[in-house]
C-alpha cells in the first residue's frame, strides 16, 4: 500500500458516533463487534475470511495479532483501518464507528520503501500528513524535529530515503506515523523485510516510544517471538474463516530487553503457548466447531 493510500486514511472524515458513545467506557480506544467480512467478487466463489470477532484494546496498550498465513490477518487490520467494507458488525475507534479511513489512525506496513517518497527528504516525508491536516508551519517543525528524535534520526532530516539504510527508511515511516500523533497505530509486519539485527533494534524502538507517547499499538505480525516480546497481549487468530483463537496476556514484566526477556522462563512458556495455538489453528482446531457427537447421538 502506498503512502497517498495512507495520507487520505488520516484526511478521511471520522464515521458517525458509536451506539452507546458517550456513555462508552474511554479507556477503550478500539472496539471489534462482530467484525465479519467474505469477500464476494463477481464471477469469482466467495471467501469468507472472518466468521466472527469481537475485542477491544485499551487506550495505551500494546497488542499484537498472529495467526496462520492466509488467517486473515491483512483482511483484520484493513477492516479497521476503514479500507474495506465489512459484511456485518463494526468497528469502533474512538467512541465513533469507522466508516472510512478515520483521522485518528496510522498505519505502518512492511513495504518502507513504497512508502515513502523517494524524491522527497525525511523532513519532508514526515510533513506530508501534517501538511494535510492542516498543521501551521511552526508547529509541524516542532513534531517533525520530535519524531526524529524518537526514531533516532535527527542527522538524517535533509537526507533522502534511498540515501538510508531499510531499518531506517523503516524508522523514518514510523516517525511519520507518530508525528502525527494518532490515536492508534496500526503496524502489519512492520519488520518482515529487514535483517535480525535491525528487527531486534526495532522492536525495541516500538516498545520505547509505545512508553514514551503512550500510544495504542496494534501490531500484525507472524513471528511469535516478536508478538510475545512486544505485546501486553497477544491475539490469536483460528485459520480461516477467521474467529478468536485466544487472547493471550502476556504478563512479562514492562521492562523488556532482548537478552534477559528472552532468555526468561516464562518468555518460552507463553511462546510455547502461542506456537501450540497456532500449530492447532493450522490443524483446523477452532473453538467455534461444533463438539464431536457422541455414539448415543449419531
Ligand atoms: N481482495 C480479496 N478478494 C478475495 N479474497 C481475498 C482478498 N484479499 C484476501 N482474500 C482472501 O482472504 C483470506 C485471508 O487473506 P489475508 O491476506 O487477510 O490473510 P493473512 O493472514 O494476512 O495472510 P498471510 O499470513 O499469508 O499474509 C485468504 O484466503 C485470501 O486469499
Known amino acids: 500500500?502506498?503512502?497517498?493510500?495512507?495520507?487520505?486514511?488520516?484526511?478521511?472524515?471520522?464515521?458517525?458516533?458509536?451506539?452507546?458513545?458517550?456513555?462508552?467506557?474511554?479507556?477503550?480506544?478500539?472496539?471489534?463487534?462482530?467484525?465479519?467480512?467474505?469477500?464476494?467478487?463477481?464471477?469469482?466463489?466467495?471467501?469468507?475470511?472472518?466468521?466472527h470477532l469481537?475485542?477491544?484494546?485499551?487506550?495505551?496498550?500494546?497488542?499484537?495479532?498472529?495467526?496462520?498465513?492466509?488467517?486473515?490477518?491483512?483482511?483484520l487490520l484493513r477492516s479497521i483501518a476503514g479500507l474495506l467494507d465489512l459484511t456485518a458488525g463494526e468497528v469502533v475507534l474512538d467512541g465513533r464507528v469507522v466508516s472510512g479511513p478515520p483521522e485518528g489512525m496510522a498505519v505502518v506496513f512492511q513495504e518502507y520503501g513504497r512508502s515513502l517518497f523517494p524524491w522527497m527528504t525525511v523532513r519532508q516525508n514526515i510533513e506530508l500528513p501534517l501538511k494535510e491536516k492542516g498543521i501551521a508551519k511552526a508547529e509541524r517543525r516542532a513534531k517533525i524535529d520530535r519524531a526524529l528524535e524518537e526514531v533516532g534520526l535527527t542527522e538524517a532530516g535533509?537526507?533522502?530515503?534511498?540515501?538510508?539504510?531499510?531499518g531506517m527508511q523503516q524508522r523514518v515511516a514510523i516517525a511519520r506515523a507518530i508525528a502525527f500523533e494518532p490515536s492508534v497505530l496500526l503496524m502489519d509486519e512492520p519488520f518482515a523485510a529487514v535483517d535480525a539485527q535491525t528487527r531486534a533494534e526495532l522492536e525495541d524502538l516500538v516498545r520505547k516510544l509505545w512508553k514514551d507517547l503512550g500510544v495504542t499499538v496494534l501490531f500484525v505480525t507472524h513471528d511469535i517471538d516478536e508478538a510475545v516480546y512486544l505485546?501486553?497481549?497477544?491475539?490469536?487468530?483460528?485459520?480461516?474463516?477467521?474467529?478468536?483463537?485466544?487472547?493471550?496476556?502476556?504478563?512479562?514484566?514492562?521492562?523488556?530487553?532482548?537478552?534477559?526477556?528472552?532468555?526468561?522462563?516464562?518468555?518460552?512458556?507463553?511462546?510455547?503457548h502461542v506456537y501450540e495455538l497456532i500449530q492447532q489453528a493450522k490443524r483446523g482446531v477452532r473453538p467455534d466447531a461444533p463438539a464431536a457427537s457422541s455414539p448415543q447421538e449419531a
Open 1 to 51: 500500500m502506498s503512502i497517498i493510500q495512507t495520507v487520505r486514511m488520516r484526511s478521511a472524515a471520522a464515521g458517525a458516533p458509536a451506539a452507546g458513545a458517550g456513555a462508552g467506557d474511554d479507556a477503550v480506544a478500539l472496539d471489534l463487534r462482530g467484525v465479519q467480512k467474505t469477500y464476494d467478487t463477481p464471477g469469482r466463489p466467495q471467501v469468507e475470511a472472518i466468521r
Open 54 to 75: 469481537d475485542f477491544s484494546i485499551r487506550r495505551g496498550e500494546l497488542v499484537c495479532v498472529v495467526g496462520p498465513s492466509g488467517a486473515g490477518k491483512t483482511t
Open 158 to 166: 535533509e537526507q533522502h530515503p534511498w540515501q538510508l539504510s531499510g
Open 231 to 272: 505485546g501486553e497481549r497477544v491475539i490469536v487468530l483460528s485459520n480461516r474463516p477467521t474467529v478468536l483463537m485466544e487472547d493471550v496476556r502476556v504478563d512479562l514484566p514492562a521492562e523488556r530487553d532482548q537478552l534477559t526477556t528472552r532468555s526468561d522462563p516464562h518468555f518460552g512458556e507463553l511462546r510455547g
